[in-house]
């Protein structure tokens, strides 16, 4: 049965506040003359269009049944219950060439987190994916197992941050992508408390020069 409960999501953003800016120095040497370059990487981070600043809250997460809207979706409304965050990754115009390694912790089991990468430069006309359990089903397919389809999802959100991590963004550009959520009824400690229930998740973005080498 499906639990249409709201709890609450708070968004820490950690070395990616509402502004960020690198500088480095790069030695050059021709002959005997020397001189510094100077370049710097001014990036702005938005979730749902407002500017993160240390905290960003989400009130409209819902709890599910894993097997019986997640696996199956019975009632057919497993896309509408899913609570999205939208986020976008901005290079100032005046930015050198850049990559950015996204990492997203979250503090509880019973949080499933999905990762859907919208692109970049998206147009006006661009709608965004909210096919969420399309998606999920070529994901985990044909896994029956809750922890192996866990684990699927896993894997294929970290090869979306990994992705992101080796995409190269000009001065201007604008990355996007989502973070979906669901909360799992079954996984919660005191279920008898659901409506005082509060879960986090951090999400770091480190932003470095395109030419630099990262693991």
């Known amino acids: 049965m499906r639990k249409l409960l709201?709890?609450?999501?708070?968004l820490f953003a950690t070395l990616s506040t509402a502004l960020i800016t690198h500088a480095w120095f790069t030695y050059v040497q021709r002959k005997s003359i020397a001189q510094f370059v100077s370049n710097e990487i001014v990036v702005e981070t938005r979730a749902n269009d407002e500017l993160i600043l240390d905290q960003f809250d989400l009130d409209e997460l819902a709890y599910i049944d894993f097997e019986n809207d997640l696996m199956n979706d019975l009632s057919n409304v497993f896309d509408e219950m899913a609570t999205s965050i939208d986020i976008d990754?901005?290079?100032s115009s005046n930015s050198p060439l850049t990559r950015h390694?996204?990492?997203v912790d979250v503090n509880h089991d019973a949080i499933i987190m999905l990762i859907v990468y919208e692109g970049i430069n998206l147009g006006s006309q661009h709608q965004k994916n909210t096919a969420?359990?399309?998606?999920?089903?070529?994901?985990y397919s044909p896994l029956t197992e809750r922890a192996d389809?866990?684990?699927a999802i896993y894997l294929y959100n970290q090869s979306i941050l990994n992705d992101i991590k080796n995409t190269t963004l000009f001065p201007g550009d604008k990355l996007s992508?989502?973070?979906v959520f669901w909360v799992d009824y079954d996984l919660i400690e005191y279920p008898e408390n659901y409506l005082d229930y509060e879960f986090s998740m951090t999400v770091s973005i480190n932003s470095v020069s395109a030419k630099k080498e990262v693991d």
Do not use: A, E, H, R
Request: hydrophobic share 65%; aromatic share 12%; no cysteine.
């Open 6 to 10: 709201i709890v609450t999501l708070i």
């Open 89 to 91: 990754i901005i290079l």
């Open 101 to 103: 390694i996204i990492n």
């Open 132 to 139: 969420y359990y399309s998606l999920i089903q070529t994901i």
């Open 149 to 151: 389809i866990m684990d």
């Open 177 to 179: 992508f989502q973070l």
